[in-house]
């Protein structure tokens, strides 16, 4: 066996931490500006829906997913700095397009979407990421280190909105810049801000990151892509096969754990301004403080994952994840008697239905309850009539938000770092690439399926629709897991070569 030096030690962690950082300013890209993205929106073409929301929240997955696979398949053969500056400088210049989406006189709305696209495809690099965290990791290290990722990935979530948050501070006008034709607000300087931490980014690439790669054991590699920078290894023997049964399932589990989750991000500020009638500036700033805390919910659960799965294994921690993200979509269901206020600007005429199902008939004027808010603006609040649901749907309580929130901010991480840790087990030695690049492929196809789900769900049926059929999803994953509880072992265990 060749004996891992000290020096070689410090260099693949120095270089797995540089990873780390990738990770983080990856999520970072995609939450700084997930809850500013409807009233930016809103503010910059009027002509946008709702619907159409859940089209730009979209692109920045299928960017990721077509981008994901390419990446993975680039870094199997090629050193990975390459793919790595290239994803990252490609992320950097879509942000900068993100802050000029305002200028044209119209459909503003397709530049935004182009932007936060071209932001996904640079996000790609996340299959570069945990691959090379795959192959720089014993098998002993691999769930603390994949643990540690997605600790990096939720800092990354929180400090997200808390720049947005920031950033409201700002306001809506901000400064304009006209020789630039720039302006700097609430919505654009959180975009030019994740732009210089890419920047920062692609430098420390360059001066500090390293290729390495170790077995399951620990023993050295000389990775195919080292391009001369790995040490005098061993020959790689990977015999065996992949178990492609375990890999599907996985990546079909996964894709209901992004699937959900993206619902629940999506959701998070049409649902706050609808049920508790907020204005857009409330609903960036407050859903920013509680994914914040969410946040800080994660990494506290990363860090216990990492001690707890030595005892009881990923598995069984997999399966309390689910449970505890079903209980949390269950609990947000409507299940009161009080309805949504409906926005005043909407109550126009005795055609107009009261929020009372006894009364429905009764002409605008002997509606009390469809006074002009305290707190209203030129803005209109509440929930618009346009959505039929808002006449005959409870509202769902604070109290009930809040909880659920809790709950999938405590199933959603477990589920997240177990499923990338089996599957970089079960995968073993091999180069996992193209692999990793499926399974990001698989996670981006769900946050592009389910905000457009939920987009349409909620619109066009409410809620109770909505949040029961991501129910009756996580069920049939459950499922899923039970079939193949029992393949869920890691290569080396599966042919014998080390005990699980």
């Known amino acids: 066996d060749v004996v891992e030096t000290q020096e070689h030690y410090k260099s693949r962690w120095r270089s797995i931490w540089i990873m780390y950082l990738t990770m983080f300013l990856s999520s970072v890209g995609f939450s700084i500006v997930i809850m500013s993205v409807w009233p930016y929106l809103q503010k910059i073409d009027p002509t946008a829906d709702a619907s159409f929301l859940g089209w730009i929240i979209a692109s920045y997955s299928i960017g990721q997913m077509v981008a994901s696979p390419l990446f993975g398949l680039w870094s199997n053969y090629r050193p990975r700095r390459e793919p790595l500056v290239i994803s990252t400088a490609i992320s950097v210049a879509a942000n900068c397009l993100y802050a000029y989406v305002h200028v044209p006189h119209s459909h503003n709305k397709y530049y935004m979407l182009a ?209 505890i993200v079903l209980v949390g979509f269950f609990i947000l269901l409507p299940w009161g008697k009080k309805l949504p206020n409906i926005q005043w600007q909407e109550i126009k005429n005795n055609t107009i239905p009261r929020t009372a199902p006894s009364e429905m008939l009764a002409p605008f004027w002997s509606l009390p309850e469809l006074q002009l808010p305290s707190n209203h603006t030129a803005e209109p609040v509440g929930c618009p009539v346009t959505q039929s649901w808002c006449l005959n749907t409870p509202m769902i309580y604070l109290a009930q938000y809040i909880s659920s929130d809790v709950l999938i901010g405590l199933g959603y991480p477990v589920c997240n770092v177990m499923s990338y840790t089996l599957y970089s087990k079960v995968l073993g030695p091999k180069p996992q690439g193209v692999y990793m690049g499926w399974l990001t492929a698989s996670g981006s196809g769900a946050r592009i399926l389910g905000p457009v789900f939920v987009s349409q769900i909620y619109t066009h049926l409410g809620p109770r629709w909505a949040f029961s059929l991501i129910c009756g999803v996580v069920v049939v994953s459950l499922l899923l897991l039970e079939i193949v509880y029992k393949r869920l072992i890691a290569f080396s265990v599966r042919y014998g070569r080390m005990q699980e």
């Open 115 to 323: 932007a936060r696209a071209l932001v996904g495809f640079g996000a790609g690099n996340v299959a570069v990421v945990r691959s090379y965290i795959a192959g720089a990791t014993s098998l002993t290290e691999r769930t603390s280190a994949m643990a540690n990722t997605s600790a990096c990935q939720a800092v990354g979530f929180i400090l997200g909105p808390v720049f947005q948050t920031c950033f409201t501070l700002i306001g809506e006008e901000g400064v304009t810049w006209k020789f630039l034709c720039l302006q700097l607000n609430m919505y654009t300087t959180p975009v030019l801000f994740g732009a210089l931490l890419g920047v920062i980014n692609i430098i420390l690439i360059f001066a500090i990151f390293r290729e390495h790669r170790v077995d399951d054991m620990g023993r050295l590699y000389k990775s195919i892509n080292s391009d001369g920078e790995g040490s005098d290894v061993l020959d790689q023997n990977a015999e065996g096969s992949i178990d492609h049964v375990a890999v599907v399932a996985l990546n079909i589990l996964f894709f209901v754990i992004l699937f959900v989750f993206a619902v629940f991000e999506t959701i998070a500020t049409p649902l706050t301004m609808d049920m508790y009638s907020w204005t857009r500036k409330e609903a960036v700033f407050y859903n920013g403080i509680i994914l914040s805390v969410i946040g800080i919910e994660s990494v506290i659960v990363f860090m216990v994952v990492k001690t707890l799965s030595k005892k009881t294994g990923e598995r069984a921690i997999l399966h309390a994840g689910l449970l």
